[in-house]
């Protein structure tokens, strides 16, 4: 028997539709109070969520802020800032000129990433790793960066890079290898335009330096990993273990720390130190009743009197000192 219907037959149908002969089913009726969802497909999809990078970032955090302060001899503060997921041309556009762009692998994922480090910081840690205080203000606009400062990049870069890798321990053993350094963001199309990326914000603040690095890792190259990256239970190394917990309490509690007073202090010339003799006195800025600081480990902690207790020097706690 023929599909298809004949002209005759067409239009029979159509008669004894419109005459109601023939019963057809009823279509949907849009609700017109129903609300409408404007849908972009141009843009990536905000909905990508790969929770346990939340563990990755703060692990990283922690980690650089000891590599760095002990690099540059100072107390760093590394914090997280945020994730977005953005269109690589989109992450392109917020890069100024000139910057520097750090091509990078993580084996054994594929393709490139980006590592992107603020201007300022190159200029900071250039001054102060060749016996600088960090303040001599470097004009950023205009120029390129020179050998010496390419060279203190590389060695900051490959740095960071291997704090990253080891960020990703508990879920995937990555080695971060440094590729190459770009100024210009159109030489570092690691992927086509439209392609989606996860851009990693951390904040440094060095004294009165403050300035970002950025990952981005296009998501294509999580694929492989992406399971591991997803699930609601991404804090699971965070649940407190009663047993852990009383025997780092005993260890801490056994530890020797050093305690002393400082009676007080004074300054004297070149001199009249050469002069001292048997029997001189030497004036401190505390008088007698005067409450001595207690330092321990270097810390001001207690204030106190001096005494003797049991035929011992001592010295009586009176009041603590609150850490701000």
């Known amino acids: ?3 298809i219907l004949g002209q005759d037959e067409v239009d029979a149908l159509l008669k004894g539709i419109g005459g109601g002969e023939v019963v057809t089913e009823k279509g949907i009726v849009p609700d ?29 955090a922690r980690t650089f802020r000891i590599t760095l302060s002990n690099a540059i001899r100072k107390l760093a503060e590394v914090s997280f800032e945020k994730t977005d997921v953005v269109r690589f041309d989109e992450f392109l556009k917020e890069i100024p000129v000139p910057a520097n762009i750090n091509m990078f692998n ?11 480090i603020d201007s300022k910081l190159i200029f900071y840690f250039v001054d102060i790793l060749f016996g600088g205080k960090g303040t001599s203000g470097t004009k950023i606009e205009g120029r390129e960066f020179t050998s010496i400062e390419n060279t203190v990049i590389k060695k900051m870069a490959r740095t960071i890079l291997e704090d990253w890798g080891k960020a990703w321990d508990p879920f995937i053993v990555l080695k971060c290898e440094y590729t190459r350094s770009e100024v210009n963001p159109q030489f570092s199309m690691i992927v086509p335009p439209n392609d989606v990326v996860i851009s990693i914000s951390f904040n440094i603040e060095i004294e009165n330096v403050q300035g970002m690095i950025k990952f981005c890792i296009p998501f294509s190259n999580l694929e492989p990993i992406k399971d591991k990256l997803m699930g609601d239970s991404f804090l699971e190394e965070s649940k407190k273990d009663p047993f852990w ?22 300054e004297l010339k070149g001199k009249e130190l050469l002069t001292l003799s048997l029997g001189d006195i030497i004036p401190l800025n505390k008088f007698a009743a005067d ?12 204030k106190g009197q001096p005494g003797t207790f049991h035929g011992n020097n001592s010295i009586q706690i009176t009041e603590l000192i609150e850490r701000r």
């Open 245 to 266: 917990d009383k025997s780092l309490r005993k260890e801490i509690q056994s530890v020797p720390v050093e305690m002393k007073a400082v009676l007080g202090k004074t």
């Open 291 to 302: 409450d001595l600081q207690i330092y321990v480990e270097g810390v001001p902690k207690f």
């Open 32 to 60: 017109e109070d129903a609300e409408t969802a404007v849908y972009d497909l141009t843009k990536p999809d905000k909905a990508v969520k790969l929770p346990k990078l939340v563990v990755i970032t703060d692990k990283f």
């Open 1 to 3: 028997m023929s599909q």
């Open 106 to 116: 993580m084996d054994p994922l594929r393709g490139l990433n980006i590592l992107l």
